[in-house]
């Protein structure tokens, strides 16, 4: 007996003397829990995509709050008819922009329709303070535009695709100052908890301001999706006269949301149907159909409405716990069943309570042992710096512990309700495990060398592991999102955006007289004539007037020569490599005035131009790339996720050594952010998150081995075929070129978590066989003949209950089904074949014998 006497009689008198008691006790908490299910909601916002504790997320926000919004839409436009640049087709995509514009969120558009035209035909600089032509202006030949759109250094990759026939309209989203207030309060608690601690008001204001910030959030999805729906059905109207498709972060999140409520009834659905038809084809009883039936239904409901409850978010990697929590849940039921049948065929004259108690008794120490070792291998979890993995850990760890004491409450309580009943005979051992034990007897060692060779092939496979894979292939070739991105990657020059910011250098020594050293230098302005009249600060020979030098706005290093040929080199670098799309910078208006001058404008002519600008003008391409308080410029572009060639650290890298060996650029002034850099960090970190949890893995469920079986040798043998199983996944994803992903990483974990079940119930069973006759070939065919039957059965019911992922929308979802899927049915063959011939060969019960080898003699 594993359970204490008097908790036993606790237990007994509670659940198996007062079943209905019991089960309305827990009927009254299922409901309460069921009330909070209103509640339920899904995170797959950015946030929930990031590492813990990012410091590249900190200044990606920081960043945001400098420059602004970098949140936007963008509707790309290809007419079905026509050319792009007819009247008609023009009129459509004005159309479709205004009304876009008009939507609620929505702060300004860009399109080929509102940007000045520099090229159609060329300006002069002196230009730029007055009113610049757009597309529709009277008299603009829309050749030469078309042209400038397809070649200017500001237009290129952005407006029109190099076919010229489709376009784009960027829509400005409203910035959430709120939420980026909120964050930084939360975070700024959050770090000063974790270093220094925090007193008791301020632990109060952190979750003041924890539940401020989730509400917000949650107001902000719920208007963020109604906004995604709003311009899906002014979209919708014009679907007849182009080819439209909608991209951006909030579509995709939106999106995203569909797709995981969407599986969610499916895999749920999906699962409580096979549930229903494997244990009708296993048992062909009414009563073992509904009671594991009520059993994964209540546990589901019961953890699903803590989470509502509490306001703890599935996110994308959580999104399985449903499945798995169903899939485990059924493995316990199906336990505790077989045990009943199998005593009720051994003690005919037993009575039910005799029947359910053996039962109780005899399964609880390895139902429990295979609890805590899964919830050790899911606790592993936690390890990882990668959030919505670390919470899947938590969630799953609580949610088997909960399957736990729900199957133990409902499946003997029922037992006890139902009474005992004539069954189908058990008597006959199951013949596919029948096979297992004799091939394991007679072959075993084929077993230890095909083992020794999926070792191998695994190792290899192993060191071929990567972590780069391309964000667009997580979705179907026909979903909005994937096609959103392709064009907007192919024709309007990438999607992933990157932030290059840069400081300016240290100024100038200071001479004796306490002056710059340049500021005697004179300059030759080389102005076109009559371009700067206007401007009377400096005299007519170039001589600088101190008496209004105070009028004149400061200089940033950024807009002199100097440091616009910097920006221009490193610009030439980023657009000579072939997974970056677009690139904006303040080098596109020094390239175009440079152009439109005639000559490369000097120091002075530049001061001149920047203060000239029109408001407009500066808005568009001054503003987003300077911050003259802070002598800081900075970098946009965008990565091409289609392309083949995208490696993001590799990327990265290479652009940091350019800008500091070639450029020298000194490493405190520049730092690369934006969302490119958030997602390169967390897939960087799936290599050591998966060491990390396979090492937690490993040292907590030997520890719980040594716990329950009290021997190293026997440790061991139990943790071999597990490891191995998951060796062979992940040697497989590295052979087939299958990266790491934030849903694969789990798979190792959950792999060993699971199959080591396997192993305590196998070896639990064939420890007592043993004790019968001390014949270990007899016990291998006897545990085979009870136990075999169970795992069998729990492990085909794994395996084809994790197969329903590949009905998703979701490509790593997919993955993670099928390759788990692999994973368990090498579990299940390790567990059947390697494991028992691990036990023949060591021999850890004790000395024993062998019997004839005749399996109709077991």
Same mark, same amino acid.
């Given at each position: ?27 009254? #908490?299922?409901?309460?829990?069921? #009330? ?25 926000? +920081? ?61 002069? #600089? ?36 190099? /076919? ?29 908890? /974790?270093? /220094? ?54 579509? *995709? ?35 073992? #159909? ?70 109780? *008794? ?77 091939? $394991?007897?007679?072959?075993? @060692? ?46 309007? %020059? !990438? ?40 401007? /009377?600060?400096? !005299? ?22 100097? @440091? ?33 001058? %005639? ?64 450029? &020298? ?66 040697? %497989?994803? %590295? *052979? ?14 959950? $792999? ?71 994973? &368990? ?15 023949? &060969? ?13 399996? +109709?003699?077991?």
């Amino acid at each position: 007996m594993f359970m204490p006497v008097n908790l036993f009689k606790i237990y007994r008198r509670c659940i198996l003397q007062r079943p209905l008691l019991a089960l309305l006790t827990l009927c009254m #908490v299922t409901a309460f829990m069921a #009330v909070g299910l209103q509640h339920f909601k899904i995170d797959a916002s950015a946030d929930s995509l990031t590492l813990e504790n990012d410091d590249d997320l900190n200044y990606y926000r +920081e960043l945001v709050g400098r420059y602004g919004s970098s949140n936007y839409l963008v509707v790309t436009y290809k007419p079905l008819k026509g050319d792009l640049f007819d009247d008609q087709n023009l009129h459509y995509l004005r159309s479709l922009k205004e009304r876009l514009v008009a939507v609620q969120g929505v702060t300004g558009a860009v399109s080929m329709l509102d940007v000045p035209l520099l090229y159609s035909p060329k300006i002069t #600089v002196a230009d730029f303070a007055g009113e610049l032509r757009q597309l529709l202006s009277p008299g603009v030949d829309r050749q030469m535009a078309k042209n400038e759109f397809l070649t200017s250094p500001i237009y290129k990759k952005t407006l029109l695709s190099p /076919d010229g026939q489709t376009t784009g309209v960027m829509l400005e989203l409203e910035l959430d100052e709120t939420y980026l207030s909120l964050v930084k309060q939360r975070d700024g608690l959050r770090f000063q908890r /974790d270093r /220094d601690g925090l007193s008791e008001d301020q632990q109060e204001q952190l979750q003041r301001v924890s539940k401020a910030f989730l509400d917000h959030r949650t107001e902000q999805t719920l208007e963020s999706r109604q906004l995604i729906v709003n311009i899906r059905a002014i979209t919708t109207e014009f679907r007849d006269r182009g080819i439209i498709y909608l991209g951006g972060p909030d579509m *995709i999140t939106a999106d995203m949301v569909d797709y995981l409520k969407r599986d969610l009834v499916v895999f749920g659905n999906g699962i409580l149907l096979f549930i229903v038809v494997t244990l009708a084809v296993i048992f062909r009883r009414l009563q073992w #159909v509904v009671l594991p039936l009520v059993t994964c239904a209540t546990s589901l409901v019961i953890m699903l409405g803590f989470f509502s409850w509490i306001d703890w978010r599935l996110t994308v990697i959580s999104s399985n716990f449903v499945s798995l929590l169903l899939i485990i849940t059924l493995a316990l039921t199906i336990h505790l069943i077989v045990r009943y049948r199998e005593l009720s065929s051994q003690q005919a004259q037993a009575s039910q309570l005799q029947l359910v108690s053996e039962t109780v *008794i005899s399964m609880s120490k390895p139902c429990l042992y295979t609890v805590l070792t899964t919830a050790v291998a899911f606790l592993s979890l936690v390890v990882s710096n990668i959030r919505p993995v670390i919470d899947f850990g938590w969630m799953m760890t609580l949610g088997i512990l909960v399957a736990l004491v729900v199957t133990f409450i409902v499946i003997p309580a029922g037992m006890m309700l139902i009474g005992r009943q004539s069954d189908v005979s058990v008597s006959d051992t199951l013949s596919v495990t029948r096979i297992f034990a004799r091939f $394991t007897e007679r072959h075993g @060692g084929l077993v230890i060398a095909v083992s020794l060779l999926l070792t191998a092939l695994s190792a290899v496979g192993i060191l071929r592991l990567e972590v780069e894979n391309r964000f667009i292939d997580y979705f179907h070739s026909d979903t909005e999102i994937y096609r959103g991105m392709e064009t907007i990657d192919t024709a309007l %020059g !990438g999607t992933t955006p990157l932030d290059i910011v840069i400081q300016a250098p240290k100024q100038p020594d200071i001479i004796d007289d306490g002056l710059p050293a340049t500021a005697n230098v004179s300059y030759d302005w080389g102005f076109v004539d009559g371009e700067f009249d206007e401007f /009377d600060e400096y !005299g007519d020979d170039g001589s600088f007037d101190s008496d209004n030098a105070d009028e004149s706005p400061p200089q940033s290093y950024w807009m002199s020569t100097a @440091g616009l040929e910097d920006l221009t080199k490193l610009v030439a670098f980023l657009e000579a490599q072939p997974e970056i799309g677009k690139v904006n910078s303040l080098a596109q208006i020094y390239h175009v005035a440079n152009d439109l001058s %005639g000559h490369k404008l000097n120091d002075f002519e530049l001061a001149f131009l920047q203060q000239s600008l029109s408001e407009d003008i500066h808005r568009q391409l001054v503003a987003p790339y300077l911050i003259e308080e802070r002598d800081e410029t900075r970098i946009q572009l965008r990565t091409m996720e289609t392309s083949g060639n995208l490696r993001r650290s590799e990327l990265l890298e290479k652009i940091h050594l350019y800008a500091t060996d070639e450029l &020298m650029i000194a490493e405190q002034d520049i730092r690369l952010g934006g969302l490119l850099v958030l997602y390169n960090n967390m897939l960087q970190s799936l290599y050591r998150s998966q060491i990390l949890t396979l090492g937690a893995v490993f040292i907590g469920i030997m520890l719980m081995f040594l716990v329950l079986f009290r021997s190293l040798k026997i440790s061991l043998i139990a943790v071999i075929p597990n490891f191995l199983a998951a060796a062979v996944v992940l040697g %497989g994803m %590295g *052979i087939m070129r299958i990266p790491l992903d934030m849903m694969t990483i789990t798979i190792a974990a959950i $792999t060993v978590g699971i199959g080591v079940d396997h192993a305590i119930h196998y070896l639990t069973r064939f420890r007592r066989e043993y004790r019968v006759d001390g014949d270990y070939v007899a016990s291998m065919y006897r545990s085979h003949a009870s136990i075999g039957r169970a795992l069998f059965y729990t492990a085909t019911t794994i395996i084809i209950g994790f197969s329903i992922l590949a009905l998703s929308n979701f490509i790593p979802s997919i993955y993670f089904g099928l390759l788990t899927g692999i994973a &368990m049915t090498t579990a299940l063959l390790g567990s059947l074949t390697l494991l028992p011939k691990l036990i023949l &060969m060591t021999r850890p019960f004790g000395p024993g014998r062998d019997s004839s080898t005749d399996p +109709e003699a077991h």
